[in-house]
């Protein structure tokens, strides 16, 4: 079966494997011609192999890959948010990063701004009211003055911003020492907020989280507020970054048991929350961490609520949440959309991210939105739509997570993950109906071990059955083989001996009138007997109603039912097949006679050997053909030749005279001698009166020989 061609995008992932990002885009599109869409997605499989490997992505590189790609708006975007990606370091752009490819490329600078407001729209959090810190000189001391005069905190760097501020690693003076330098993550949370729910929620963030106590949420350690009134929350450092991070996102798609694990443990964190009360509204891959060891972490809890905080008021009218992941409901802002199955809603999204690389609901503000005002008549986004390789029951899923209709949602995380823990145990969904062979299945892949010693002992079972069935069959086989074997080879019996016992088998049988014989038994007793006695013997019988075609026919119809019986080299074979070609010698049918001669003479050779008398039947029967032959071309054959012929034909006389069947043969080889006489294809009156003198004695003679033979007169036998 030959193997389709792989996809563009495949082909050039594993053309970049291959050469190890050697292979450059320019390249690859020699002598291809995409469309715009399918150039954009070879631009992010290239820039997104790339970011996984820390390589920095020029957006000159794209340009010059595809001469005109400044008249094509989405290959264009696809490389510019490549490049940003880049530049920031992260799946959303910096403004720093957008004002550096802006005056790198002031031709793009539209492109580029646009392309910067879509990422941040898809990517970022809907904040209520954002307000941007000022900017801070890193490294910087921040926090409470400690007993030394010093400040508890140092600001090292940036680390991103949340919901409700912006994050920062520092070092915790209080808890470090010279061997060891206590690392933590501030948030300073951003409090110019107009309207006091806001502030409320910012404020009362820490303690949200310090409710939860769970492996897979990130831990609030402290909250305070600064001598400049700034307030601040204290949280455990995750050092292996966030999911949106462009080693992990180069990672994509990823592989199917990897993400369904981190899914289902960044669930089982979200549950935790969710009976502390409180639901995250803003669940993205930015706001999973990751430790060192890949365990997943949830964090920034800026925009939790509690379930009953919409009903509050001052709750915000807008969206809250980041909108590539977030839930249909919550983008409406429908009565009862901050409430568990949103946050089940972002997780599907996640899922979706992990499994394909792409978000579920599109790539474009314009075309999430239009997802989520399609409502329940959108049927859930598949990811095996996107990658077939996907198993069924992680496509149901992830679809049934996603579903717009919060109904056919589950329920809560902990459903979500408790199906995801079955999956990656190879159990079956239940609620996806499975069949009996996918039930099978899946238990022959969850305990192969069992399955293959049940199959062992299956097979085990079924060989000894067959073996012993085997060796039943063989030894009946190696009995019979063993009587046959015994018939056949017994060296000091001749052709004649055996002749002679079945001669007497069939005189006896056909003169036995105390038994019902079956007719094709009496009948093969007649044509044996008849073969071996000249035509005078039985003149005027009844058994010369039997024509030589018959005799023949009937003759080959035995000699095929021994061989199927006993093998092409068993005397019943053997000795039918010369009755055969005897009949058809009589009828001059000169190639059915050499045919048949060709196949029995090899046989009899070697079951009764080259010496034996009745050998001499063969020359005879081929000397018999050749004056068939002479006698067809009549009077324009060569003399020479028909002379050469009536010398082997009185060789012939003289040799079969030694066997049993002598008289037949010899009346056929005097009848060809006669003939070739009568028609004058040989001069030899003397030969012609000797030829007639010895038909008519062996007429005379039959009788006798017969009764010498059998050892009694040619009459019934005493009752």
């Given at each position: 079966?030959?193997?389709?061609?792989?996809?563009?995008?495949?082909?050039?992932?594993?053309?970049?494997?291959?050469?190890?990002?050697?292979?450059?885009?320019?390249?690859?599109?020699?002598?291809?011609?995409?469309?715009?869409?399918?150039?954009?997605?070879?631009?992010?499989?290239?820039?997104?192999?790339?970011?996984?490997?820390?390589?920095?992505?020029?957006?000159?590189?794209?340009?010059?890959?595809?001469?005109?790609?400044?008249?094509?708006?989405?290959?264009?975007?696809?490389?510019?948010?490549?490049?940003?990606?880049?530049?920031?370091?992260?799946?959303?752009?910096?403004?720093?990063?957008?004002?550096?490819?802006?005056?790198?490329?002031?031709?793009?600078?539209?492109?580029?701004?646009?392309?910067?407001?879509?990422?941040?729209?898809?990517?970022?959090?809907?904040?209520?009211?954002?307000?941007?810190?000022?900017?801070?000189?890193?490294?910087?001391?921040?926090?409470?003055?400690?007993?030394?005069?010093?400040?508890?905190?140092?600001?090292?760097?940036?680390?991103?911003?949340?919901?409700?501020?912006?994050?920062?690693?520092?070092?915790?003076?209080?808890?470090?020492?010279?061997?060891?330098?206590?690392?933590?993550?501030?948030?300073?949370?951003?409090?110019?907020?107009?309207?006091?729910?806001?502030?409320?929620?910012?404020?009362?963030?820490?303690?949200?989280?310090?409710?939860?106590?769970?492996?897979?949420?990130?831990?609030?350690?402290?909250?305070?507020?600064?001598?400049?009134?700034?307030?601040?929350?204290?949280?455990?450092?995750?050092?292996?970054?966030?999911?949106?991070?462009?080693?992990?996102?180069?990672?994509?798609?990823?592989?199917?048991?990897?993400?369904?694990?981190?899914?289902?443990?960044?669930?089982?964190?979200?549950?935790?929350?969710?009976?502390?009360?409180?639901?995250?509204?803003?669940?993205?891959?930015?706001?999973?961490?990751?430790?060192?060891?890949?365990?997943?972490?949830?964090?920034?809890?800026?925009?939790?609520?509690?379930?009953?905080?919409?009903?509050?008021?001052?709750?915000?009218?807008?969206?809250?949440?980041?909108?590539?992941?977030?839930?249909?409901?919550?983008?409406?802002?429908?009565?009862?959309?901050?409430?568990?199955?949103?946050?089940?809603?972002?997780?599907?999204?996640?899922?979706?991210?992990?499994?394909?690389?792409?978000?579920?609901?599109?790539?474009?503000?314009?075309?999430?939105?239009?997802?989520?005002?399609?409502?329940?008549?959108?049927?859930?986004?598949?990811?095996?739509?996107?990658?077939?390789?996907?198993?069924?029951?992680?496509?149901?899923?992830?679809?049934?997570?996603?579903?717009?209709?919060?109904?056919?949602?589950?329920?809560?995380?902990?459903?979500?993950?408790?199906?995801?823990?079955?999956?990656?145990?190879?159990?079956?969904?239940?609620?996806?109906?499975?069949?009996?062979?996918?039930?099978?299945?899946?238990?022959?892949?969850?305990?192969?071990?069992?399955?293959?010693?049940?199959?062992?002992?299956?097979?085990?079972?079924?060989?000894?059955?067959?073996?012993?069935?085997?060796?039943?069959?063989?030894?009946?086989?190696?009995?019979?083989?063993?009587?046959?074997?015994?018939?056949?080879?017994?060296?000091?019996?001749?052709?004649?001996?055996?002749?002679?016992?079945?001669?007497?088998?069939?005189f006896q049988r056909l003169y036995d009138t105390s038994a019902?014989?079956?007719?094709?038994?009496?009948?093969?007793?007649?044509?044996?007997?008849?073969?071996?006695?000249?035509?005078?013997?039985?003149?005027?019988?009844?058994?010369?109603?039997?024509?030589?075609?018959?005799?023949?026919?009937?003759?080959?119809?035995?000699?095929?039912?021994?061989?199927?019986?006993?093998?092409?080299?068993?005397?019943?074979?053997?000795?039918?097949?010369?009755?055969?070609?005897?009949?058809?010698?009589?009828?001059?049918?000169?190639?059915?006679?050499?045919?048949?001669?060709?196949?029995?003479?090899?046989?009899?050779?070697?079951?009764?050997?080259?010496?034996?008398?009745?050998?001499?039947?063969?020359?005879?029967?081929?000397?018999?053909?050749?004056?068939?032959?002479?006698?067809?071309?009549?009077?324009?054959?060569?003399?020479?030749?028909?002379?050469?012929?009536?010398?082997?034909?009185?060789?012939?006389?003289?040799?079969?005279?030694?066997?049993?069947?002598?008289?037949?043969?010899?009346?056929?080889?005097?009848?060809?001698?006669?003939?070739?006489?009568?028609?004058?294809?040989?001069?030899?009156?003397?030969?012609?009166?000797?030829?007639?003198?010895r038909l008519w004695f062996l007429g005379r003679s039959n009788?006798?020989?017969?009764?010498?033979?059998?050892?009694?007169?040619?009459?019934?036998?005493?009752?």
């Open positions: 079966m030959i193997a389709p061609d792989p996809r563009p995008t495949d082909a050039l992932l594993a053309r970049l494997h291959g050469s190890q990002g050697r292979l450059t885009l320019r390249e690859f599109l020699e002598g291809v011609s995409p469309d715009d869409a399918l150039l954009a997605e070879l631009i992010e499989v290239d820039g997104r192999f790339r970011l996984s490997r820390g390589e920095a992505i020029e957006l000159e590189s794209y340009l010059d890959a595809a001469p005109n790609l400044e008249q094509r708006p989405i290959a264009l975007d696809a490389a510019i948010d490549m490049a940003l990606r880049s530049l920031s370091g992260g799946s959303s752009p910096t403004p720093d990063a957008v004002e550096t490819l802006v005056a790198n490329y002031p031709a793009l600078a539209g492109s580029i701004r646009d392309a910067a407001a879509l990422g941040q729209a898809i990517w970022n959090t809907l904040d209520i009211a954002p307000a941007a810190t000022g900017e801070r000189t890193l490294p910087s001391d921040f926090g409470p003055v400690t007993a030394s005069g010093a400040r508890q905190y140092r600001l090292l760097r940036r680390l991103g911003d949340g919901a409700s501020g912006d994050v920062f690693l520092a070092e915790d003076r209080l808890l470090s020492d010279d061997a060891h330098a206590a690392m933590a993550a501030i948030k300073i949370l951003r409090l110019d907020r107009a309207d006091p729910w806001s502030r409320r929620q910012a404020v009362e963030e820490a303690a949200k989280a310090r409710r939860i106590d769970h492996p897979n949420v990130v831990r609030a350690l402290n909250r305070g507020t600064t001598d400049q009134g700034e307030e601040y929350l204290v949280y455990e450092y995750v050092a292996g970054g966030d999911m949106s991070s462009p080693v992990f996102s180069g990672r994509l798609p990823m592989d199917p048991r990897e993400a369904a694990r981190l899914v289902g443990e960044v669930a089982r964190g979200v549950q935790a929350a969710h009976s502390a009360g409180l639901v995250h509204c803003d669940l993205k891959p930015g706001n999973i961490l990751l430790t060192r060891e890949g365990v997943p972490k949830v964090a920034d809890f800026g925009a939790a609520t509690r379930h009953d905080d919409e009903r509050r008021p001052g709750a915000p009218r807008r969206p809250v949440g980041t909108l590539a992941f977030m839930a249909p409901e919550q983008f409406r802002m429908e009565p009862g959309a901050l409430a568990p199955p949103a946050d089940v809603y972002a997780l599907g999204g996640i899922l979706f991210w992990l499994l394909t690389g792409r978000l579920a609901n599109g790539s474009t503000r314009d075309e999430v939105v239009a997802a989520h005002m399609a409502g329940e008549r959108r049927p859930a986004p598949s990811p095996r739509e996107a990658l077939p390789k996907i198993d069924a029951d992680l496509d149901a899923i992830c679809r049934r997570a996603l579903d717009p209709d919060i109904r056919r949602r589950f329920s809560s995380p902990g459903q979500l993950a408790d199906d995801l823990d079955a999956w990656r145990r190879r159990e079956p969904i239940a609620w996806t109906k499975p069949s009996a062979l996918r039930v099978a299945g899946l238990w022959i892949r969850r305990r192969p071990g069992v399955a293959a010693a049940i199959l062992a002992v299956a097979a085990l079972t079924v060989a000894g059955v067959w073996t012993a069935a085997h060796f039943r069959f063989e030894s009946e086989r190696a009995r019979a083989a063993a009587a046959m074997a015994d018939l056949r080879a017994r060296p000091t019996r001749s052709y004649r001996e055996v002749v002679g016992d079945k001669l007497r088998r069939d019902a014989q079956p007719a094709s038994d009496v009948l093969a007793a007649v044509l044996s007997l008849d073969s071996f006695m000249a035509r005078d013997e039985v003149e005027g019988s009844h058994f010369l109603l039997l024509g030589a075609e018959f005799r023949a026919r009937y003759a080959e119809f035995r000699r095929d039912d021994a061989i199927a019986l006993g093998g092409a080299d068993s005397f019943e074979a053997i000795s039918w097949a010369m009755q055969g070609a005897f009949w058809r010698a009589h009828q001059g049918q000169t190639d059915a006679v050499t045919a048949a001669l060709d196949n029995v003479e090899p046989a009899f050779h070697t079951r009764f050997g080259a010496d034996d008398p009745i050998a001499a039947v063969f020359p005879a029967l081929r000397a018999v053909v050749d004056a068939n032959r002479i006698i067809e071309h009549g009077p324009s054959t060569d003399r020479l030749a028909a002379c050469a012929v009536a010398r082997r034909l009185e060789d012939s006389w003289t040799a079969v005279r030694r066997s049993i069947d002598a008289a037949p043969m010899q009346r056929l080889i005097g009848e060809r001698l006669r003939t070739l006489y009568e028609r004058c294809l040989i001069d030899h009156p003397a030969g012609e009166a000797y030829t007639d003198a009788r006798d020989v017969m009764i010498r033979f059998l050892g009694s007169p040619l009459s019934a036998p005493p009752r």
